[in-house]
């Protein structure tokens, strides 16, 4: 709050990436903000935190910004809807992806998943933290629903870094009986993640 006025001291316009923007900043500013989880997520709209800091911050970013980014048409609409925002003032750009996600063979793809990461079995794909607004629960539920049905049954892939909910996931898959069924990846690089996507089933 702080710092980085003082670092863009010199700057007519400032990006902010984050709602989490430096108050004090009085030019102009642009704000991407992606989500309103701590306003509308029973998870987070509750909690100290979304009381004492994101809602505050949600309102001054939304208050100060010139123009405001969303990643997608559905942020916008419920901005406009629970934040009363115009929406001749929000532009919607979709988030970007690094060169190396591009379309690839995928026998090739499968060959270099199966070496680096020992996957060898057909696999649906999830990449992502485990956090409660992912509905990754409702995803082992479809699975096992999957397994109940059928027995050549895929494997589900999970890759993220995450530390917090996976132990909770990882309890929700063995209550469902297909901790078996599932493969849990820490964090990839966007090379090794680029390779996994296009290994995935398709269909």
């Given amino acids: 709050q702080l710092a980085l006025p003082w670092l863009a001291r010199e700057a007519s316009v400032l990006y902010a990436p984050h709602y989490n923007i430096p108050v004090l900043w009085k030019r102009s500013l642009l704000v991407t903000i992606h989500d309103l989880n701590h306003l509308l997520d029973a998870t987070y709209r509750d909690t100290w935190k979304s009381h004492l800091y994101a809602r505050p911050l949600l309102k001054i970013a939304i208050r100060h910004a010139d123009v405001i980014i969303t990643p997608s048409e559905y942020t916008k609409a419920r901005l406009c809807e629970h934040l009363g925002v115009e929406a001749s003032r929000i532009s919607v750009i979709p988030c970007c992806v690094a060169s190396c996600f591009h379309q690839r063979e995928k026998t090739d793809a499968r060959r ?54 996976r132990p909770q996931m990882l309890d929700c898959a063995r209550g469902l009986g297909v901790q078996n069924h599932v493969a849990w990846l820490g964090k990839l690089s966007d090379v090794r993640l680029a390779e996994l996507y296009a290994a995935a089933l398709d269909r």
């Fill in 112 to 165: 270099s998943v199966e070496q680096q990461l020992g996957i060898t079995r057909p696999y649906l794909l999830f990449v992502g933290n485990c956090a409660p607004n992912k509905n990754v629960p409702v995803l082992l539920e479809s699975l096992a629903k999957l397994r109940s049905r059928r027995d050549d049954v895929p494997l589900l892939v999970i890759a993220g870094g995450d530390f917090k909910w």
